[in-house]
């Protein structure tokens, strides 16, 4: 069954501004939540999600209270909650896959067993502007398609995206929202930016820019954070990347070279230099192959464990 909102199937394809036109519902919690001041989110208790990642929990998690990403400028951040069994995803998309992605969050939803209860899936897409390559307009397109293709009704109850989440100035485009926090607990979603993206920032990164597929990183089961083992192709032209200065790599290595928060060019500068030290990763960054296993402490900060004997 398809995308619903407020009971009633909306009618693709349309833009996310003629849709919330149709909707002022959903166009009052666009506004909302664009008028929200941003609250910085500390480490306690964060399951922070990178680009092409996805992570899935409930409010039975005894160690993750909050799902968060950032840094979105014409990707999307997409929450996918069950409102039964609270189970709720997080996932920051980017276009690369939404065919393949969309049936994994769906999936990602229903591993929690007692999703039969009653109860409904609702999704939130949040993230992108009014970029000069239309890349936040495909990907809303994209996004709002898939959910409409699922066999289950999904509820739309949030949509801030490309037009909806874009500001103006001096003639440039910029997202209003860069980031969203979702309280697991409360199921409070609201807008957020983190200091602390790890654990393994720049290995997760590395992973990403090296054009890795979407991937769930957490086991909501064992409430351990799962890295790897992954493997990629050395980065080609690496020397050359890091020698360009700040105006070439914004350039070149974004989507949206204007409206990139102000610590884009470092955060890219400290992922080539990950990828030149770690050409291929298997055995140097994964020992024995085997993924990097991280919990929370009593503090609620993660912690490496060691590897599981198999």
Known sequence: ????????????????????????????????????????????????????????????????????????TTCHIVVLRHT??????????????????VPLIMNSIKSFSDHTQCGRLEVHLVGGFSDDRQLSQKLTHQLLSEFDRQEDDIHLVTLCVTELNDREENENHFPVIYGIAVNIKTSEIYRASFQDRGPEEELRAARALTGGPMISIYDAETEQLRIGPYSWMPFPHVDFWLQQDDKQILENLSTSPLAEPPHFVEHIRSTLMFLKKYPSPANTLFPGNKALLYKKNEDGLWEKISSPRS
Do not use: F, W
Not at 89 to 94: E, G, R
């Open 84 to 101: 039964g069994n609270g189970a709720t995803c997080l996932t920051h998309c980017d276009g690369t896959d939404t065919k393949a992605e």
């Open 1 to 72: 069954m398809p995308l619903l909102v407020e009971g009633r199937r909306v009618r693709l394809p349309q833009s996310a501004g003629d849709l919330v036109r149709a909707h002022p519902l959903l166009e009052e919690r666009a506004r909302l939540l664009r008028g929200q001041s941003v609250q910085q989110v500390g480490p306690q208790g964060l399951l922070y999600v990178q680009q092409r990642e996805l992570a899935v929990t409930s409010p039975k998690d005894g160690s993750i209270s909050i799902l968060g990403s950032d840094d979105a």
